[in-house]
């Protein structure tokens, strides 16, 4: 099971959304995360952030159907997308608050 989003998924963010993502992570007081920053965006990391994005007054995951191409159906705070990893499903919510607030 993927754990972490890929360096190359964090280099979707715009600079902004970098900025409040590495802030956010900052005031957690994570250990420096240097070259690997990624790695440092697990799934748990992601339910946290989405647990306390002032954007998510309540949400939760669901896993519905089994997709045709190894993937799933996931509905995460309303929203239905079509991911093969939760990790992945998480990032794409995750990467929409940062990039709308």
Do not use: P
């Not at 902004?16 to 420096?32: E, F, G, P, S, V």
């Not at 669901?62 to 995460?76: A, F, L, V």
């Amino acid at each position: 099971m993927k754990q972490h989003i890929t360096t190359e998924q964090w280099w979707e963010l715009s600079s902004n959304a970098d900025k409040r993502l590495r802030d956010w992570l900052d005031t957690r007081k994570y250990i420096q995360y240097g070259d690997k920053i990624s790695e440092f965006l697990t799934i748990g990391r992601m339910i946290e952030f989405l647990d306390e994005s002032k954007q998510q007054e309540e949400w939760k995951i669901e896993k519905t159907t089994y997709g045709e191409r190894g993937g799933w159906w996931w509905s995460i705070a309303g929203k239905k997308q079509y991911q093969r990893f939760l990790c992945d499903a998480l990032w794409e919510s995750v990467k929409e608050i940062l990039e709308n607030e």
